[in-house]
């Protein structure tokens, strides 16, 4: 049976040298549950992120990994329950797909116990579940951002965690594999239960794929809630500096977000059906 892990940040100050770049975080991150995190350029999602996952030490606050402080808890024991996607992770010199995604299992293993037929399965249902079984014996620097990116996430699901953590998983790629990613993450969680945290930047996806969504602004937490709440035209000009309109996404029935910029006014982009979503998110903090 699966062993369900809790993750919280708590008063949490994030600084690299001198420079505080996300400031009094706290955040109980929804078990078994898809959260995406959501924000400008650099207002500190990764940053977060690799708080979350051990490789950032808060200058101030704690993240709790079951209720114990994850920087007081050994790494291969953290690697068991927890798994991460960095944004823009190194490609180990001269390696090959198969070998970078048995990396996943490294955290199961001590010096002392053999390589196993349960880590070929693993790895053999992570290459499969991403669609990257045919470059099992290609080099992952001559890959394409896509193929590479993809072999990433099969890494991230080798490791077969409870909690996943995912740094813009869909980044390089096209908008089938982008959807496909995003249903196997689904999938993960309605299946094992899984607990996934991600940085998005399509905040529709967003909207479609998080039953929870977390807006970030300038280092501090804006909103948190149901997408349904948080998503608002308010809110993207708040955060984004960005004019919109929402209207009712004709396949989810969620809001769904159409930019307007400067080549198109605002009359123009009228629509009829976004007054329901226009309001300001009920959960929104300042
Ligand atoms: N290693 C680092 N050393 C110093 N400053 C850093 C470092 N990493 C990030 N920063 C700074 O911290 C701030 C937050 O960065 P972070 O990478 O968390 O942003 P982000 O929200 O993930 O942005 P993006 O959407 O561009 O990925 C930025 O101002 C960035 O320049
Ligand atoms: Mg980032």
Redesign the pocket.
């Known amino acids: 049976m699966t062993v369900h892990h809790t993750l919280s940040a708590h008063d949490m100050t994030l600084a690299?040298?001198e420079?505080a770049?996300?400031h009094d975080l706290t955040l109980k991150v929804p078990q078994g549950q898809v959260t995406a995190i959501v924000?400008?350029?650099?207002?500190?999602?990764?940053?977060?992120l690799r708080a979350l996952s051990r490789l950032l030490v808060p200058r101030s606050g704690s993240v709790l990994l079951d209720g114990v402080e994850i920087h007081k808890q050994p790494t291969a024991q953290v690697a068991r329950k927890l798994g991460l996607l960095p944004?823009s992770p190194t490609v180990p010199d001269g390696i090959i797909v198969s070998d970078l995604v048995s990396r996943g299992r490294n955290p199961h293993h001590s010096r002392f116990t053999r390589w196993s037929a349960a880590d070929d399965a693993a790895v053999a249902q992570a290459l499969e579940l991403t669609g990257t079984a045919d470059l099992a014996e290609r080099y992952v620097d001559e890959l394409s951002g896509g193929q590479r990116q993809r072999v990433w996430i099969a890494m991230a699901l080798a490791q077969q965690t409870d909690v996943l953590l995912l740094?813009?998983p869909t980044t390089y790629l096209d908008v089938t594999h982008q959807i496909e990613v995003l249903d196997l993450l689904a999938d993960l969680n309605q299946r094992a239960h899984t607990t996934i945290v991600m940085?998005l930047?399509d905040l529709n996806l967003s909207v479609r794929y998080a039953d929870c969504l977390v807006v970030?602004r300038n280092?501090r937490l804006h909103a948190i809630g149901p997408p349904v709440q948080v998503m608002s035209e308010r809110m993207v000009e708040e955060v984004f500096n960005l004019g919109c309109r929402i209207v009712t996404d004709p396949i989810s029935g969620k809001p769904m977000m159409l930019p307007i910029g400067r080549h198109h006014n605002a009359a123009s982009a009228a629509v009829t059906d976004g007054s329901a979503h226009s309001s300001p998110a009920a959960h929104e903090q300042h």
């Open positions: 690299y040298g420079l770049v996300v924000g400008a350029n650099a207002c500190g999602k990764s940053t977060v944004q740094d813009e940085v930047h970030l280092g």
